[in-house]
């Protein structure tokens, strides 16, 4: 009887080491390894799509996760992951009924399978997907709620400043974003998502920093055009 690697239970984190790189691909080829010998195994579609994902390879993560969604139609997971493949393969509208099954489920309290991965919360993964099709005031709505839920600290809490510092990006408030995502940095400095905000922050200074320029600067006085018709010489 064929038994299942250690691959099909970790999700491997993909970084630019060459070793890790080696890792992951050794990861993908024996979860593939496991869906041929079992097409049912839903655990190793889901960590699959995971590590695709992980791996920016987004197009790919998308069968793999609708395949686990398909057998285990309650696992919050396979949803997000799904959800999370088609939008970054540039298909948020296609991947909002996933994101919008997975916040259902996980507010009906649907019993997971045993050891399956709790993953992020959905409120902000789909609050995320929201930015992306503009509605911001649906997506607002999930970083407050998912910051009193937090208790105003933690991890999770970093996540809800980080989705609502997108939200006021998005809205022209580049001073209130700039505040969200410092916040978001202190409450998590985990090294991944510190990379992730020094980039949004940088590009939201600048954001602020010009509208600020454009502000203080006097319109420009319009030239006067040329006498018509030319003087004759």
Same mark, same amino acid.
């Given at each position: 009887m064929w038994l299942p690697? &250690?691959?099909?239970?970790?999700? /491997?984190?993909?970084?630019?080491?060459?070793?890790?790189?080696?890792?992951? =691909?050794?990861?993908?080829?024996?979860? @593939?390894r496991a869906l041929r010998l079992d097409p049912q195994h839903w655990r190793a579609a889901t960590n699959l799509a995971s590590c695709l994902l992980q791996c920016e390879r987004f197009d790919d993560a998308v069968a793999p996760a609708q395949l686990a969604a398909r057998q285990q139609p309650t696992l919050i997971a396979a949803h997000l992951v799904l959800a999370k493949a088609l939008q970054a393969a540039g298909k948020? &509208?296609?991947?909002?009924?996933?994101?919008? $099954?997975?916040?259902?489920?996980?507010?009906? *309290?649907?019993?997971?399978? $045993? *050891?399956?991965?709790?993953?992020?919360?959905?409120?902000?993964? =789909?609050?995320?997907?929201?930015?992306?099709? %503009?509605?911001?005031? $649906?997506?607002? *709505?999930? !970083?407050?709620?998912?910051?009193?839920? %937090?208790?105003?600290?933690? /991890?999770?809490?970093?996540?809800?400043?980080?989705?609502? *510092?997108?939200?006021?990006?998005?809205?022209?408030?580049?001073?209130?974003?700039?505040?969200?995502? @410092?916040?978001?940095?202190? =409450?998590?400095?985990?090294?991944? &998502?510190?990379?992730? =905000? &020094?980039? !949004?922050m940088i590009t939201t200074a600048l954001a602020a920093e010009s509208a600020r320029r454009m502000a203080a600067e006097p319109p420009p006085r319009p030239s006067s055009p040329p006498p018509f018709p030319p003087p004759r010489r």
């Open positions: 690697s &250690r691959a099909e239970t970790v999700q /491997p984190r993909c970084t630019a080491s060459g070793f890790e790189l080696a890792s992951r =691909l050794d990861a993908i080829a024996s979860l @593939e948020p &509208r296609a991947a909002l009924p996933a994101a919008r $099954e997975a916040v259902r489920l996980h507010r009906a *309290g649907a019993a997971q399978p $045993e *050891g399956a991965a709790s993953g992020e919360n959905p409120l902000l993964a =789909l609050g995320d997907l929201l930015v992306d099709l %503009s509605e911001l005031k $649906e997506a607002w *709505g999930y !970083a407050l709620e998912v910051a009193e839920i %937090s208790g105003q600290a933690g /991890p999770q809490m970093a996540s809800a400043c980080t989705l609502a *510092g997108r939200v006021q990006q998005c809205a022209g408030q580049h001073e209130q974003a700039l505040a969200a995502f @410092e916040k978001a940095a202190k =409450l998590d400095p985990s090294k991944p &998502r510190a990379s992730q =905000l &020094r980039l !949004a």
